[in-house]
């Protein structure tokens, strides 16, 4: 009786173009048939905005623009090193120099 409900299973899945999957065993089908999302991702953001980040980091390296987060940044980190008080290198933290005592 089992057998019958197979072939009959297996045979309707052919006649109208569906997976044959056994129980128990995974398949990557119910991915497949999504529809891929690329194309309507670039249609839903302008070239504009994709195009941005490359002009403005021309325009920053070559001094046009500069960005007031940036500089504060840069300023911050040069405070720091004059300082002393910038990240110690891999190696030669607190714990390293314990060691070697």
Do not use: C, W
């Not at 129980?23 to 119910?30: A, G, L, Y």
């Not at 891929?36 to 980091?57: H, S």
């Not at 008080?85 to 120099?97: D, L, M, V």
């Amino acid at each position: 009786m089992g057998d019958r409900v197979q072939q009959i299973a297996k045979l309707s899945k052919q006649i109208f173009g569906h997976v044959l999957n056994p129980p128990n065993v995974r398949s990557p089908t119910k991915h497949l048939r999504k529809a891929m999302r690329a194309e309507q991702m670039m249609k839903y953001y302008p070239e504009t905005v994709v195009n941005q980040d490359k002009v403005l980091t021309r325009m920053i390296a070559a001094g046009i623009y500069l960005d007031p987060t940036m500089v504060y940044y840069h300023e911050k980190r040069n405070d720091q090193r004059r300082r002393g008080k910038t990240p110690t290198k891999k190696g030669e933290g607190k714990r390293a120099q314990k060691k070697k005592k």
